[in-house]
């Protein structure tokens, strides 16, 4: 008996926003490489750049270009978890040379212009391209929506973790963010009774048979238990202080620089916008994690009969 299934993919082919994830890495990162490697020709030439720097880049490249390089086709050649985190989250199955080609340029031009006018804007175009592969990069799994088995498959054994499934009737609300003319797809946070929220892309010819699919979903009674903290109260007081004492220094941190008025051209900023990430990241962690401890048991079986 074959069951009826419908599945998709938001690759570069098909979508501006997944092409932009898929090359935004590549693009900051061989656009650096591209300048870095056009500074030291300038260099050199002008007369700029002494026997011994270029020795001294000739051996950081040796040790750390080809070893490095050399480790990455390995990992991605011969690796397990490795290959497979590559693959999702930097799109190598879905590649191509003009696409690099075009992509480094243009990261050079960005990187280039950056440093011209606003060198603080560089660490931000890191940022962002980090950002793009961790978040956008998920984005571009496939999508399998199985109709007879009323359950939404993100992913494949193949990936990093194995496939998401999610089983419609588990499902507790859901939320479409539509870009309009801009693209052909739509975006659905789907949120489920257990597990974090999933962002699924939906191409609009698919759009009507998910709505239907998620509709049910809601209407039916859930078969997943809710969940729970994962960490005991100490542990998230622990957490919290170790948030605000983040974010303490941070602020410390950031009332010395101004008071001295010598901020090393927007450099010494940075540790104070890692020191916030960290204290953010730590006090939402904790604070979520307070909700699920505080949130109100579902009635048990005895008591609703």
Not at 105 to 129: H, K, M, N, Q, Y
Not at 152 to 166: A, K, R, Y
Not at 188 to 210: K, L, M, Q, Y
Request: glycine share 12%.
């Amino acid at each position: 008996m074959t069951t009826e299934s419908i599945r998709w993919t938001m690759g570069p082919h098909n979508s501006w926003l997944s092409r932009l994830a898929v090359y935004a890495p590549y693009a900051i990162g061989g656009g650096l490489g591209l300048v870095v490697l056009l500074s030291l020709a300038v260099f050199t030439i002008v007369g700029a750049v002494t026997g011994s720097t270029l020795a001294l880049v000739v051996v950081l490249g040796l040790v750390g270009g080809p070893m490095s390089l050399l480790y990455c086709w390995l990992l991605v050649q011969y690796g397990t978890n490795g290959s497979k985190w590559i693959a999702q989250y930097a799109g190598t199955d879905r590649l191509t040379k003009r696409g690099i080609v075009v992509a480094t340029a243009v990261g050079a031009v960005l990187i280039a212009g950056t440093i011209g006018t606003v060198p603080e804007l560089t660490l931000a175009l890191f940022v962002l391209g980090f950002l793009s592969m961790v978040f956008l990069g998920p984005l571009t799994a496939t999508v399998t929506l199985e109709l007879d088995e009323r359950r939404l498959q993100l992913g494949g054994d193949d990936d990093f973790g194995g496939p998401t499934v999610i089983d419609l009737e588990n499902v507790i609300g859901v939320r479409r963010l539509s870009p309009g003319p801009l693209s052909r797809w739509q975006f659905v946070v789907i949120r489920r009774v257990h597990g974090p929220p999933r962002f699924v892309p939906v191409p609009d010819r698919h759009a009507a048979a998910v709505g239907r699919a998620l509709e049910w979903g809601l209407a039916a009674t859930p078969t997943a238990p809710p969940k729970t903290a994962g960490t005991t109260r100490p542990m998230r007081i622990v957490l919290a202080a170790i948030g605000i004492g983040l974010l303490a220094f941070a602020v410390g941190f950031a009332a010395l620089v101004a008071r001295s008025g010598d901020s090393a051209g927007g450099r010494a900023f940075v540790p104070v916008v890692l020191l916030v990430s960290f204290a953010a990241v730590a006090l939402g962690y904790a604070g979520y994690e307070s909700w699920l401890a505080r949130r109100p048991a579902p009635p048990s079986d005895e008591n609703t009969r």
